[in-house]
């Protein structure tokens, strides 16, 4: 029994030291490493693993938490993370941005430009003029001609008043001004000219006689897509009368040629009284606007 009791107590004294070193081995303030060296080490000084420096491309920065050396941060103040630096970031900024807003005007300069004609050598509103041989209005700008134009006419009366059914005509020509006032009321042109007509008629039943002469009337036009309405009232010589007109014309360049009726209604004709005519004419001119 006595050989029994010294053999638990020994075993009581081995489990009391066993736990008092494990307790001492827990509180230790010593460093323990699973490792001595790290397997990856590439040189003295750096490791590719969690060495001093740990190199992510790009540009040459590292996570150095050493305390006693100071961490280089020139490159990190100049350029940003992907290595730009603020020079070139505000050059690429100015590059992007447009040469000028939804309008493309950049400036003042642009904004002037806006209203100047290179093809004129004027503003927009003004006559576009071309180098065409057969446009004549650049030559006469700054003329007495310009802005005008001439227009002769072929012509002799068709339809008649029944009071003059047997009075003979006989071919007549005119020639008309147009005038330099133009008005343009999109798509109408309006302008003003003078008509300088001729007209003879011979009465040959039953007592003869003549009605001849010339006929000064001012006139105003309009013009669409072609079409032309003019009317004006002046001198039958020696009466006074009306005319009036419908035509079609075709232009090509300064130079144009139209078709058209007009009408004629006069005061006096001596013996009958008032009559009138119609004419169908053949026009061509020039026009310099």
């Known amino acids: 029994m006595l050989f029994y009791s010294k053999i638990s107590r020994l075993a009581l004294v081995q489990k009391i030291i066993f736990i008092f070193s494990v307790t001492l081995l827990l509180l230790s303030p010593g460093e323990i490493y699973a490792q001595e060296e790290d397997p990856f080490e590439s ?7 969690f060495g001093d420096e740990f190199d992510l491309g790009g540009d040459d920065f590292s996570f150095d938490f050493d305390e006693g050396e100071e ?35 950049g400036g ?3 904004f002037d430009n806006l209203f100047d004609d ?11 003029y071309s180098d065409h041989p057969l446009d004549f209005r650049k030559k006469f700008r700054g003329t007495l001609m310009e802005d005008t134009g001439l227009t002769l006419s072929l012509y002799s009366p068709q339809y008649v008043a029944d ?4 009075w003979y005509s006989f071919m007549d020509f005119s020639l008309t001004i147009e005038l330099p006032w133009h008005y343009e009321f999109k798509p109408i042109n309006v302008g003003f000219l003078v008509d300088i007509s001729s007209f003879k008629f011979e009465n040959s039943f039953p007592a003869g006689g003549t009605f001849s002469g010339a ?28 005319m009036t007109g419908l035509g079609y014309s075709y232009q090509f360049h300064s130079l ?24 169908p004419r053949i ?3 020039v026009k310099l606007w």
């Not at 007009?262 to 009284?273: A, E, F, H, L, S």
């Open 163 to 166: 009071k003059m059914d047997t």
């Open 215 to 242: 006929s000064l009337i001012p006139m105003v036009r309009a013009e669409a897509f072609g079409a032309e309405v003019e009317a004006g009232m002046g001198l039958y010589y020696p009466t006074f009368g009306i």
């Open 256 to 279: 144009f040629v139209s078709a058209g009726y007009r009408w004629n209604w006069v005061y006096k004709i001596d013996p009958i009284g008032s009559g009138w005519w119609m004419e």
């Open 108 to 110: 003042d300069s642009d």
């Open 43 to 49: 040189a003295a000084d750096d490791s590719l693993l």
């Open 283 to 285: 026009t061509t001119g």
């Open 118 to 128: 290179d093809s004129t050598g004027g503003t927009i509103g003004e006559v576009e």
């Open 71 to 105: 961490t280089d941060t020139s490159a990190v103040e100049s350029g940003d993370f992907f290595g730009e630096s603020e020079d070139e970031v505000e050059e690429e900024t100015v590059d992007s941005t447009p040469a000028g807003d939804d309008w493309g005007l």
